[in-house]
């Protein structure tokens, strides 16, 4: 085929295109002389308006004390500080960063105490003392535009952190150390001149302490972020500062009396 019939081509294609589009500006200025200025009515959807149901307390049926409970006590609530430096590659240019959206997740809390201190320990700390190991990520959803005006993207990472520090406890139970080579009693054969080999007794045992564990309270993270756009490759960078502020609370569930010691004071003179 020539050159000129995919010109004409071209050219009643592009004229059809360019007609559409008017026709379909003009309907849309028709619709608005048609209708004018008259109120667009909104369908009701079905709805119910409840009425009020009475509710009566109940007093839940309960021993008196004193007696013992197994429950969680508090061992310590300390306020931590984590400094947190991540850079963050987007996937696209950035020309503006709109907004970020955080989440901060705990995947570690740990609780190690530390041994009895000894004559010749060199480290000379408390005996109340116990290690606090932290892990887990701020979970940050950036949401940002590539031009002046367009679509907005979003992007989502997970920036980790770790840390541990040295906790003064309260109430801590001792843990109770677990034999697993027991003790062996031997007998005597019945020709009482050697052990008897086809029988033995042993006493093993085992003692299965209470793992302190955590309990977040409250989170809060202060951040800079500035952004470095490489105009030359097209690449955007996000640097992120951020300062973590976790309310951690130690807790270890103990055997504890309830009501043993009443303190009955005298009220002279009422």
Same mark, same amino acid.
């Given at each position: ?44 959807? %079905?709805?119910?308006?409840?009425? =009020?149901?009475?509710?009566? /307390? *109940? !007093?839940? $049926?309960?021993?008196?004390? #004193? @007696? ?71 979970? %940050?959803?950036?949401?940002?535009? =590539?031009?002046?005006?367009? /679509? *907005? !993207?979003? $992007?989502?990472?997970?920036? #980790? @952190? ?77 640097? =992120? ?30």
């Amino acid at each position: 085929m020539s050159k000129k019939y995919y010109d004409d081509y071209d050219s009643y294609d592009h004229n059809k295109k360019e007609s559409k589009k008017n026709d379909c500006h003009k309907n849309k200025c028709d619709d608005h002389k048609k209708y004018g200025d008259k109120e667009v009515q909104c369908e009701f959807v %079905k709805a119910e308006t409840l009425s =009020e149901c009475r509710n009566y /307390p *109940v !007093y839940p $049926h309960a021993e008196h004390g #004193p @007696f013992i409970a197994k429950l969680p006590v508090v061992l310590a609530e300390v306020f931590i500080q984590i400094p947190v430096e991540a850079k963050v590659p987007m996937p696209k240019f950035v020309y503006e960063i709109k907004r970020i959206k955080k989440n901060i997740h705990i995947t570690q809390c740990e609780v190690v105490p530390l041994p009895p201190m000894k004559k010749h320990d060199q480290c000379h700390h408390e005996e109340k003392m116990v290690k606090l190991f932290l892990e887990g990520y701020v979970e %940050k959803n950036i949401e940002y535009v =590539e031009d002046c005006s367009g /679509p *907005v !993207y979003h $992007h989502t990472v997970k920036v #980790p @952190f770790r840390c541990f520090t040295e906790v003064e406890v309260d109430e801590l139970q001792p843990f109770k150390k677990s034999f697993k080579s027991g003790f062996e009693y031997k007998f005597i054969d019945k020709n009482n001149l050697e052990g008897d080999k086809k029988n033995h007794f042993q006493i093993s045992s085992e003692f299965f302490n209470e793992k302190p564990f955590c309990e977040i309270v409250d989170a809060d993270i202060s951040e800079f972020d500035f952004l470095e756009n490489d105009y030359c490759s097209h690449e955007s960078m996000l640097t =992120e500062k951020m300062a973590i502020h976790l309310t951690v609370k130690l807790l270890q569930v103990q055997q504890r009396w309830i009501n043993k010691h009443r303190h009955h004071h005298d009220h002279k003179g009422e």
